[in-house]
């Protein structure tokens, strides 16, 4: 069973914003570390933000620092990042990612259950 869901990517200008969803059909989603990971072509998967089971902590990594926001709805089951003032840097594919083990780790590895991406695209 597919258990995270992504959506909201799309191709936008530099400068512009986008906002991915994340639905998740995990049991007891609200005891769940939640993340953002991308992966850019060629290039290893990347940390960019994740967030605690009850949303009251989150944290960035500094590429997306005061740019990005996680964000999630316990009642929905679904996480958000707000992506503003994008840059072409950002291209790639943005996985939601989940662990609950609760270390709300800071790397891709640190995750163990993965949706299947979705593509963002930021060009001129």
């Known amino acids: 069973q597919v258990q995270l869901v992504e959506s909201g990517g799309g191709l936008v200008q530099p400068g512009g914003s986008l906002r991915l969803s994340c639905a998740a059909s995990l049991r007891a989603f609200s005891t769940y570390d939640m993340a953002w990971v991308r992966q850019a072509p060629g290039k290893e998967r990347e940390f960019v933000a994740a967030i605690s089971p009850r949303g009251a902590v989150s944290t960035y990594a500094d590429p997306v620092k005061g740019r990005f926001t996680i964000s999630r709805d316990n009642a929905l089951n679904t996480v958000y990042l707000q992506m503003d003032s994008l840059k072409p840097e950002d291209t790639a594919v943005y996985y939601c990612?989940?662990?609950?083990?609760?270390?709300?780790?800071?790397?891709?590895?640190?995750?163990?259950?993965w949706g299947q991406g979705t593509q963002v695209t930021v060009s001129s």
């Open positions: 990612a989940a662990e609950n083990r609760g270390t709300m780790p800071r790397t891709a590895s640190g995750y163990d259950i």
